[in-house]
C-alpha cells in the first residue's frame, strides 16, 4: 500500500498570502489529521476530519482552516500568513475509531518571509 | 486534558550501546492509547509501537522493547544493540477517550555515534 503522501514538500510564502496544504491518506483510511511542528511549539494538533466531517479542531486562530472530500483527501488553508506559521505541517491518516495508529506524511515545510 | 512528558531532551550513545527512553504521562481517561514515534532528519514521522491502557504486557520486537507500568504512568522505550540508523528524535504520545488527537511529548533526541 502506498503511504501518506503530502503536496508541496517545500513552500516559501511572504507574510499576508495564503497558503493551501493537500494531502492524501492511505486507502481505506477515511480520517485524516493534522499537526504543527516548530522547535517552540513542539508538535500541535491542528484538526481532524472523518467523513468530510470535522471531528476535531485544536486551539488555533481561524486563519487555520481544512476540509476533507469524498475520496478522503484532505486540504489545509493557512489565510494571511504570519512569520510565525512557518513549520513542518505533518497529515496522518488512520481507521474510523479513537486510538487507532496514524500514520503519517512526510510532511510540508512551509517558510514565511 | 492529555499531557506527555519525556524529560531526556537528548541522549548520546556509542553504537551496540542499549538505549532507554522515559515516557511519563497524564490522562484521566480509563482508555488511552500510547504510541512511539520516531523522527528521522528527513522529518516524517515513523510509527514503531501502540499501546492500549488495558494490555500491560511487556514486548519485544527486534531490537525494540518498551516497559509499559500504569502504576507510575510510564511507557519506556528500548533500543537493544543501538545503530547509527537509530539516530532521530523519539516521541511519545497519547490519546484516549473520544479524543481523536493525539498529544506529543517534547521529543528525545537520539545521537548514535559509530
Known amino acids: 500500500k502506498a503511504g501518506v503522501t503530502q503536496t508541496p514538500r517545500y513552500l516559501i510564502k511572504t507574510r499576508g498570502q495564503q497558503v493551501t496544504l493537500s494531502c492524501s491518506p492511505i486507502s481505506g483510511h477515511r480520517s485524516v489529521s493534522w499537526y504543527q511542528q516548530t522547535p517552540g511549539q513542539g508538535l500541535q494538533f491542528l484538526f481532524e476530519?472523518?467523513?468530510?466531517?470535522?471531528?476535531n479542531k485544536g486551539n488555533f486562530p481561524g486563519r487555520f482552516s481544512g476540509r476533507q472530500f469524498s475520496n478522503s483527501r484532505s486540504e489545509m488553508n493557512v489565510s494571511t500568513l504570519e512569520l510565525g506559521d512557518s513549520a513542518l505541517y505533518l497529515c496522518?491518516?488512520?481507521?474510523?475509531?479513537?486510538?487507532?495508529?496514524?500514520?503519517f506524511g512526510p510532511g510540508t515545510r512551509l517558510l514565511v518571509l | 486534558a492529555q499531557k506527555v512528558t519525556q524529560a531526556q531532551t537528548e541522549i548520546s550513545v556509542v553504537e551496540k550501546e542499549d538505549v532507554t527512553l522515559d515516557c511519563v504521562y497524564e490522562?484521566?481517561?480509563?482508555?488511552?492509547?500510547l504510541f512511539w514515534y520516531k523522527q528521522p532528519p528527513s522529518g516524517e514521522l515513523v510509527f514503531l509501537i501502540r499501546r492500549n491502557s488495558f494490555d500491560e504486557q511487556n514486548e519485544i520486537s527486534g531490537r525494540y522493547s518498551w516497559n509499559f507500568q500504569k502504576s507510575t504512568s510510564s511507557f519506556n522505550f528500548t533500543i537493544t544493540a543501538s545503530q547509527v540508523v537509530d539516530s532521530a528524535v523519539y516521541f511519545c504520545?497519547?490519546?484516549?477517550?473520544?479524543?481523536?488527537?493525539?498529544?506529543f511529548g517534547a521529543g528525545t533526541t537520539v545521537t548514535v555515534r559509530a
Open positions: 496522518a491518516s488512520s481507521g474510523a475509531r479513537v486510538g487507532e495508529t496514524q500514520y
Open positions: 504520545a497519547l490519546s484516549g477517550g473520544n479524543d481523536y488527537k493525539l498529544s
Open positions: 476530519y472523518f467523513s468530510e466531517t470535522q471531528r
Open positions: 490522562t484521566r481517561d480509563t482508555t488511552y492509547y
